[in-house]
């Protein structure tokens, strides 16, 4: 198609213009009422600069001719996107990209009251493109509905028509399909990396891969490491098996958009897969090596059945950790001990109150790492149970404790014990974001990631660990678990509703080098333990448990850790935790308890529960003790003041009443004196 630009009418005017600063882009613009614009290339935040700087008051039309996805360009910005699709559908910007065709046309164009300006040339639609560098465009100005307008309105729509997509109208639709409007940033979270199907193009290409990887590479058992608990020269683990595998697989990259073929391309070639006509050659060592890189823990995914499997990736194998149990109770007898030394060691080198308690919640924290490399296989029996929050049934953990307390000891030692000494470290805050978080939906891993030392308020921030799973988790994926390590007691966010909280109340000599050493060499050894526990596990049928059953995901696996007991002829430890250990040893309860029995507070009942009143002298205070109250018991803060609005929950939370323990005191001292 092509226009004459020489007949024109007697008004018109056409000029060629020198555009070499943005004040003479800013004139062309004055007054517009309506602008369409084509152009290659504009940045999402140079776009709202430019709309409010130039143009608040028109409405405005943009083509992005750039065949990347103009999605990636939003991609750390919430409030950027929040403010284009308000401004979308608010009907004053309207967005289309280019998704399959690179188109390089530069046409505006500006209409006013009377007159429309068409501007054709080579500047895009940047502030780059308009003062940095130099361009020239073709300037016409005429009326509307004349007809070179209408000429190269066709023009304009042709191309439009054959290549533009719109742009935005999916997250329109997904925000109006939630009627909460609390929901529109965790939607806008969502559509940012996940498209409509709930899985992104590097989720759907990754999980084909981890497929293809499982369906042609055999795995293998796990050799034991030096120092291992088992002992035996016979066991067909202490040999390990030389050379790295030869499996190789095959995907085609053609079914890809350009910006992730690119990516995947770029990612798996540097490890050393290969690259042919669109088809990705790679073995399962560049796709453990990759995907560690890219999402900060190992691939992991598991298969039950007669001979479950729990296939993880390590050393450029896969290992297969789940193993039936040995024949020799004193091997099993021998990994306990290991267990039982390492809760020892801490509650000897440590300075508790309570070294029974700590042992305690030391075993809890661990039943935690054991369950949380199977949250997807709880997943899908509580989706084919018709359970759809399923946020709400796989909990977070989120340990907390003062500085020293050995926290990120007991990481390394939980972790080294799940991996078989593969991973030991967790990983830092500083290397995760919101971001990092929702890109883990795509590494097909059931690993659990482990963060060690961020604050509550960063956790507060991640609002997307509200609904990290539902609505985004389908049978057959796999997903992590977090478990979150602070010195802050707790965060006092929506996300407590999704966390276990775990209180390692110790200390720890920071040059107690002894010590130090003692658990180092505990962490070190080879434990079989995990893959015993994760092979009767997956054999165990999972049941749907009573209201009040607390911390129902972790009921078998109390049950299978018991059995291992069993097995080895070993009785039970005194502290193993029937109970969850949070609810037997709750150091916040006890401070409630303490404080409701003292004069600090007084307690009365109201229409909407039960009112505490703190004295004036608790007011720095008051925060610790409302962020230990269970949300169970809805607490409602009213200045230094708390409505307890269930207080059935909270009285059984407690033990009783100890209030009216005080109130019993004063009488008999009252009728003493008296």
């Not at 005429?142 to 997250?171: C, G, K, N, V, W």
């Not at 024949?327 to 440590?350: K, M, N, R, T, W």
């Not at 018991?633 to 009443?657: K, M, Q, S, Y």
Request: net charge negative; aromatic share 10%.
């Amino acid at each position: 198609m092509q226009v004459d630009l020489q007949p024109l009418a007697t008004d018109d005017r056409l000029e060629l213009l020198e555009l070499k600063s943005y004040q003479t882009f800013k004139q062309l613009f004055e007054d517009a009422t309506h602008v369409r614009i084509l152009t290659y290339c504009t940045t999402p935040q140079y776009l709202i600069e430019t709309i409010d700087d130039i143009a608040p008051e028109a409405t405005l039309a943009i083509t992005i001719g750039d065949a990347t996805t103009y999605r990636d360009q939003l991609e750390k910005s919430i409030e950027l996107t929040d403010r284009l699709e308000q401004l979308r559908r608010d009907e004053q910007v309207t967005i289309w990209d280019c998704p399959n065709r690179n188109v390089h046309d530069k046409l505006y164009r500006i209409a006013f009251e009377e007159t429309v300006s068409w501007l054709i040339g080579s500047a895009n639609f940047s502030k780059n493109g308009w003062s940095s560098q130099h361009n020239t465009t073709i300037h016409l100005e005429t009326t509307p509905q004349s007809q070179i307008d209408r000429e190269l309105t066709a023009y304009f729509d042709d191309i439009h028509d054959r290549y533009a997509r719109p742009f935005m109208d999916d997250l329109t639709a997904a925000i109006d399909d939630r009627a909460d409007s609390s929901t529109r940033r965790e939607v806008i979270e969502t559509w940012l990396n996940v498209g409509s199907t709930g899985q992104t193009e590097e989720a759907a290409f990754i999980a084909e891969l981890t497929g293809s990887i499982d369906d042609t590479t055999d795995s293998e058992p796990v050799p034991t490491r030096e120092g291992s608990t088992t002992n035996s020269d016979e066991s067909p683990l202490s040999t390990p098996v030389e050379g790295l595998p030869e499996q190789r697989v095959s995907l085609s990259l053609a079914h890809l958009e350009k910006p992730t073929r690119d990516e995947v391309a770029s990612q798996f070639t540097a490890a050393g897969g290969s690259l042919t006509n669109d088809t990705l050659t790679l073995t399962p060592g560049v796709f453990q090596e990759v995907s560690t890189r890219r999402f900060g823990i190992p691939p992991m995914r598991y298969r039950a059945g007669p001979e479950p499997e729990l296939r993880f990736h390590a050393d450029g194998r896969i290992y297969n950790l789940a193993e039936p149990l040995p024949a020799d109770a004193d091997a099993i007898d021998d990994a306990l001990a290991h267990l039982e030394s390492y809760f020892d060691l801490v509650a000897d080198y440590g300075r508790t109150t309570d070294p029974d308690g700590l042992r305690s919640t030391l075993f809890e924290g661990l039943l935690w790492m054991f369950w949380a490399p199977f949250a997807s296989r709880h997943a899908e029996f509580y989706r084919s149970a018709g359970l759809e929050e399923l946020d709400k049934t796989l909990p977070m953990l989120y340990i907390h404790g003062d500085p020293s307390s050995g926290k990120g000891t007991f990481a390394r030692f939980a972790l080294s014990l799940i991996s078989r000494g593969r991973v030991d470290r967790p990983i830092d805050a500083d290397d995760v974001d919101v971001f990092k978080l929702r890109a883990l939906r795509a590494a097909d891993t059931c690993f659990p990631l482990v963060v060690d030392d961020i604050s509550a308020k960063r956790v507060n921030s991640l609002s997307l660990l509200r609904n990290y799973w539902t609505d985004h988790w389908e049978p057959g994926m796999h997903f992590p678990r977090f478990c979150f390590i602070s010195n802050d007691k707790r965060p006092d966010g929506a996300e407590r509703e999704r966390m276990r909280m775990l209180h390692f109340d110790v200390h720890f000599d920071p040059n107690d080098q002894e010590g130090q050493a003692a658990v180092n060499t505990v962490i070190a050894t080879d434990n079989p333990l995990f893959s015993w526990f994760a092979f009767e596990y997956l054999q165990t049928p999972l049941q749907l448990h009573p209201s009040g059953t607390p911390a129902p995901p972790t009921v078998e696996v109390r049950e299978v850790v018991k059995r291992l007991y069993d097995a080895a002829g070993r009785d039970l430890p005194p502290y193993f935790p029937e109970e969850p250990a949070e609810i037997v040893h709750d150091v916040g309860r006890d401070r409630w308890v303490e404080l409701l029995a003292s004069d600090r507070v007084t307690v009365s009942s109201v229409d909407e529960g039960l009112q505490i009143r703190f004295d004036s002298s608790m007011k720095y205070d008051f925060g610790e003790y409302l962020r230990s109250l269970p949300l169970s018991c809805r607490p409602d803060r009213r200045g230094h003041d708390v409505v307890i609005r269930e207080p059935a929950v909270f009285e059984n939370w407690l033990g009783g009443r100890p209030w009216d323990q005080r109130r019993t005191m004063r009488s008999m001292l009252g009728r003493i004196l008296s």
